[in-house]
C-alpha cells in the first residue's frame, strides 16, 4: 500500500465536527480533497493528521485550535461608528464583509455586534479558537 508522504499530491474524504458532534465541514458527496501533502495547502494539524496514512486507512484527529486555524485574536475585532459606512451597507449580525486595509489587502470580517452608534466586526477566521475532529479517509496518492 502506498503510504502518504510529505511531497504527495493526496486526496482524502472527510468530515469536520465540533466537540458537540456539529459538522461544520464534510467532502461527502463530493469530489475527494486533493492536496499537496507538507505544502500549508491545508490547516498544519490536517497535514500531521494524513502524513503516513495509507490509502484505504480511516482515522479520526482532534486538532487543537493552535495548529488549525490558531487562536480567537481579540486585536482583530474592531469598532467601526456607523457614519463610516458605506450608505447602502445594512449590516446584519453573522454577515459576512470584504474590507480593505491601508496596504490594499482584503480582509474578510464577520458583523458581530450592529448598533445605532457602530459596528463591531471580527476579522478572525470563522474557526479560529475551536478545536476541531476530523474523520479521514486517505482515498489515493500520487
Do not use: C, W
Not at 465541514?25 to 498544519?44: C, H, K, N, T, Y
Not at 487562536?71 to 459606512?85: D, G, Q, S
Request: net charge negative; no cysteine.
Amino acid at each position: 500500500m502506498s503510504k502518504a508522504t510529505a511531497g504527495d499530491r493526496v486526496r482524502i474524504h472527510y468530515t469536520g465536527t465540533f466537540a458537540d458532534g456539529e459538522v461544520f465541514d464534510s467532502s461527502e458527496g463530493r469530489a475527494p480533497l486533493d492536496f499537496e501533502l507538507g505544502a500549508g495547502q491545508v490547516i498544519p494539524g490536517f497535514d500531521q493528521a494524513v502524513d503516513g496514512m495509507e490509502v484505504g486507512e480511516k482515522k479520526t484527529v482532534t486538532i487543537p485550535a493552535a495548529d488549525a486555524y490558531g487562536e480567537h485574536n481579540p486585536e482583530m475585532v474592531m469598532a467601526i461608528p456607523t457614519a463610516e459606512l458605506p450608505e447602502n451597507l445594512a449590516p446584519a449580525v453573522g454577515q459576512r464583509l470584504q474590507m480593505q486595509t491601508t496596504d490594499g489587502q482584503i480582509v474578510v470580517v464577520t458583523v458581530k455586534e450592529v448598533t445605532e452608534v457602530q459596528v463591531i466586526l471580527d476579522a478572525n477566521h470563522a474557526l479560529a479558537g475551536k478545536d476541531l475532529t476530523f474523520a479521514i479517509e486517505l482515498v489515493g496518492v500520487n
